[in-house]
């Protein structure tokens, strides 16, 4: 699918739940028990302006609230990551990891695989041009760019090296941004093509559609996406060619708590999975966690312990598979 998660954005504060003065009955049989109000009380339709719809949100990103509570970062093992700014645009990082890996069997069981590795970072950040870039001690190189080309279009880059051969990776994004939709192109390597395009309908409601083609396997596949938001819920809706049908629906209780939840069926292997998550913003940490229909459950904490400085648990336990990770960690800098 096209919908990738993106940078938590805070919930806006909850609006008053006392009904507005003027709202219609909800029934025939309460037209008897609330008060008749005068024509000078009765409240005009607020008319909508086609012309002027908000601009919607990325393609990519349509289910960005639901996977930051269903899909946090968990890990195992232990993980360090410190970084330091050199000036107000560049900065160094370091990371250091120790844990497993796991290794694919035919098996119930899983089977994990002691690793360790370091990653050295360098970070241009700039109100029109980020770039990323990682090296790794097993020789992967991990490099990211974004420039503004102009006020609506933007390139994205995503480059990954190996040194395993057909393991390397390249995508170039061309994102269009109008007033009331938005639109990418991409080009990949194995001959890969992509388009989709996404419309504001209403205030509240967007749609689109996507499509791919990849030319070294002759697979081509086309979806559709809805989205519908408001200050207290988002819905979204994914159906694809390829015989995924996914969906998902956030309610934010209050500025601190959110709900999360999501429903995916697979025709091709007739998977269904369904899962429940929540968001819980706290003083000094962030919870979030999930528990889905195969039994698995995780949850992830981040604890700010001091300016710049943040604890970290992750845990996940899936007893059907026998398979449980646990890991903590520290991320320190800017």
Same mark, same amino acid.
Not at 38 to 50: F, H, N, P, Q, T
Not at 71 to 88: C, S, V
Not at 277 to 294: A, M, T, V
């Given at each position: 699918?096209?919908?990738?998660?993106?940078?938590?954005?805070?919930?806006?504060?909850?609006?008053?739940?006392?009904?507005?003065?003027?709202?219609?009955?909800?029934?025939? !049989?309460?037209?008897?028990?609330?008060?008749?109000?005068?024509?000078?009380?009765?409240?005009?339709?607020?008319?909508?302006?086609?012309?002027?719809?908000?601009?919607?949100?990325?393609?990519?990103? &349509?289910? +960005?609230?639901?996977?930051?509570?269903?899909?946090?970062?968990?890990?195992? !093992?232990?993980?360090?990551?410190?970084?330091?700014?050199?000036?107000?645009?560049f900065s160094l990082s370091h990371s250091i990891f120790m844990g497993s890996l796991e290794v694919p069997a035919q098996a119930s069981e899983t089977i994990k695989v002691p690793t360790a590795?370091?990653?050295?970072?360098?970070?241009?950040?700039?109100?029109?041009?980020?770039?990323?870039?990682?090296?790794?001690?097993?020789?992967?190189?991990?490099?990211?760019? /974004?420039?503004?080309?102009?006020?609506?279009?933007?390139? /994205?880059?995503?480059?990954?090296?190996?040194?395993?051969?057909?393991?390397?990776?390249?995508?170039?994004? @061309?994102? #269009?941004?109008?007033?009331?939709?938005?639109?990418? *192109?991409? &080009?990949?390597?194995?001959?890969?093509?992509?388009?989709?395009?996404?419309?504001?309908?209403?205030?509240?409601?967007?749609? %689109?559609?996507?499509? @791919?083609?990849?030319?070294?396997?002759? /697979?081509? !596949?086309?979806? *559709?996406a809805s989205r519908y938001n408001t200050d207290k819920m988002v819905g979204t809706l994914q159906v694809a060619s390829t015989g995924i049908v996914a969906l998902s629906y956030v309610q934010? =209780?209050?500025?601190?708590?959110?709900?999360?939840?999501?429903?995916? #069926?697979?025709?091709?292997?007739?998977?269904?999975?369904?899962?429940?998550?929540?968001?819980?913003?706290?003083?000094?940490?962030?919870? +979030?966690?999930? =528990?889905?229909?195969?039994?698995?459950?995780?949850?992830?904490?981040?604890?700010?312990?001091?300016? !710049?400085?943040? @604890?970290?648990?992750?845990?996940?336990?899936?007893?059907?598979? /026998?398979?449980?990770?646990? %890991? *903590?960690?520290?991320?320190?800098?800017?």
């Amino acid at each position: 699918m096209g919908s990738v998660a993106s940078a938590a954005v805070p919930p806006p504060p909850p609006q008053s739940a006392l009904p507005q003065a003027g709202a219609p009955p909800y029934g025939p !049989g309460l037209a008897g028990i609330l008060p008749q109000m005068s024509k000078g009380e009765e409240k005009k339709d607020e008319k909508v302006d086609y012309l002027n719809l908000p601009c919607p949100v990325p393609f990519e990103e &349509i289910q +960005r609230e639901a996977l930051m509570s269903l899909k946090p970062e968990l890990f195992e !093992g232990l993980r360090f990551d410190f970084t330091k700014g050199l000036n107000q645009k560049f900065s160094l990082s370091h990371s250091i990891f120790m844990g497993s890996l796991e290794v694919p069997a035919q098996a119930s069981e899983t089977i994990k695989v002691p690793t360790a590795h370091y990653e050295f970072g360098a970070n241009f950040l700039d109100p029109k041009l980020m770039l990323i870039g990682r090296v790794m001690t097993d020789g992967r190189l991990n490099a990211r760019v /974004k420039c503004d080309l102009t006020d609506n279009l933007t390139l /994205k880059v995503n480059a990954q090296l190996t040194q395993e051969a057909h393991y390397s990776q390249g995508m170039f994004n @061309f994102d #269009y941004k109008g007033s009331d939709y938005r639109a990418q *192109f991409q &080009i990949g390597n194995n001959a890969f093509y992509g388009a989709n395009y996404i419309q504001s309908v209403t205030p509240n409601l967007s749609m %689109g559609t996507e499509m @791919f083609w990849l030319g070294h396997q002759r /697979k081509s !596949g086309i979806g *559709f996406a809805s989205r519908y938001n408001t200050d207290k819920m988002v819905g979204t809706l994914q159906v694809a060619s390829t015989g995924i049908v996914a969906l998902s629906y956030v309610q934010k =209780i209050s500025e601190k708590v959110s709900l999360a939840s999501d429903f995916m #069926y697979n025709h091709m292997s007739r998977d269904v999975t369904a899962s429940f998550g929540y968001d819980y913003l706290l003083r000094q940490c962030r919870l +979030r966690g999930k =528990i889905d229909s195969n039994g698995v459950v995780a949850a992830y904490l981040e604890e700010r312990l001091n300016m !710049g400085v943040n @604890f970290l648990l992750s845990a996940e336990i899936d007893h059907c598979k /026998k398979n449980y990770k646990f %890991g *903590f960690g520290m991320t320190v800098g800017e």
